[in-house]
């Protein structure tokens, strides 16, 4: 099981929006949520947000109300939606998938993205 991360640009001004989209090769029936993490230079991996399969979101404080996470089940697709995005967000982004039956991450490789101010 692979993810494909791709950004829309990976360099904005503070203010500005990017999309990313993660795609699934082969099958997720047990992934369980999938959502996105990031590690901003220097720091910790972090949960930016979560989707689970009926819908149901979960964002981490600094996003709430900019980025919005959603996914398309007939594709195995999923997408962050990065509005008013600012230099804090600057980060090297994942996505990720968890098997639900066995709690393994599954990650794809990191794309940089760049808020310059």
């Known amino acids: 099981l692979r993810f494909s991360c791709r950004v829309g640009g990976g360099l904005v001004q503070a203010g500005g929006s990017l999309r990313l989209s993660c795609a699934a090769s082969?099958?997720?029936?047990?992934?369980?949520?999938v959502g996105w993490y990031r590690q901003p230079p220097g720091k910790q991996r972090e949960s930016v947000a979560t989707?689970?399969?009926?819908?149901?979101?979960n964002y981490a404080d600094s996003v709430k109300g900019r980025f919005t996470i959603s996914r398309d089940n007939t594709k195995t697709e999923w997408y962050l939606q990065m509005n008013s995005l600012k230099p804090e967000d600057t980060a090297v982004y994942y996505c990720?998938?968890?098997?639900?039956?066995?709690?393994?991450?599954?990650w794809g490789k990191g794309t940089l993205v760049t808020v310059s101010s």
């Open positions: 990720n998938g968890v098997n639900y039956l066995t709690s393994v991450h599954y």
């Open positions: 082969g099958s997720i029936f047990s992934v369980n949520p």
């Open positions: 989707i689970t399969r009926g819908g149901i979101t």
